[in-house]
């Protein structure tokens, strides 16, 4: 039990990457206020949180027996969205994200799906269910998602706290490594087509 709880929290930590969230919300991260952030990354968490939870304790029953749909249609769509995203980031900077968004009071939706919400930790949360009870699962999403929230708040402090001093090095480092990041999920992105039109490919007749 406490093995599996320990996997299943490492595992969705991980795809959550406080490092790599801070780069999908540059521009949130560089918009606003400490406050105004906290409390629109709090709300997605509380959105992407009820959505791990639901799928901890229904499995991929969500999508075979609810939606009716085969888990490798969700693999390609999330993979062509997260592909859009990066291609448009290369391309325009922070400016192509928040360009895909609405004023703040309406963020927190947009946090939850896709940057938090994805094929890869719907199916770590699916895995957590299935491991151990899934009181111990939620438990897992719950401490895993604590944890993103505070390293991407701390991450936002400690950029507030740099741009005060060093500015334009801040500007360049973020764009520098907000671009290189991109390649990195447009990567990612085309691995879950890949994965998803495998998926298919082997089990064409099945709706999971």
Do not use: C
């Amino acid at each position: 039990m406490p093995d599996a709880f320990a996997d299943s929290l490492l595992l969705l930590f991980v795809l959550l990457n406080p490092f790599l969230m801070s780069i999908y919300l540059l521009d949130l991260i560089e918009g606003l206020e400490a406050g105004v952030f906290r409390n629109v990354l709090v709300r997605g968490t509380f959105i992407a949180g009820a959505v791990f939870i639901l799928f901890a304790g229904a499995g991929d029953a969500v999508f075979s027996s609810v939606l009716q749909v085969r888990f490798s249609a969700f693999l390609i769509f999330g993979g062509v969205v997260f592909l859009i995203v990066a291609v448009r980031y290369v391309m325009q900077g922070s400016e192509a994200i928040r360009d895909l968004r609405g004023p703040p009071e309406h963020l927190a939706g947009s946090i939850a799906m896709p940057f938090m919400i994805g094929p890869g930790t719907v199916s770590a949360s699916i895995l957590a269910g299935s491991r151990q009870p899934f009181l111990w699962a939620a438990l897992a999403v719950v401490a895993a998602l604590t944890l993103t929230v505070i390293g991407v708040i701390l991450l936002k402090l400690l950029h507030d706290f740099v741009k005060t001093s060093n500015e334009s090095l801040v500007r360049r480092y973020i764009d520098v490594v907000g671009r290189v990041s991109a390649f990195v999920i447009g990567t990612i992105a085309i691995e879950m087509i890949l994965k998803g039109v495998d998926l298919w490919l082997n089990r064409p007749d099945s709706v999971t």
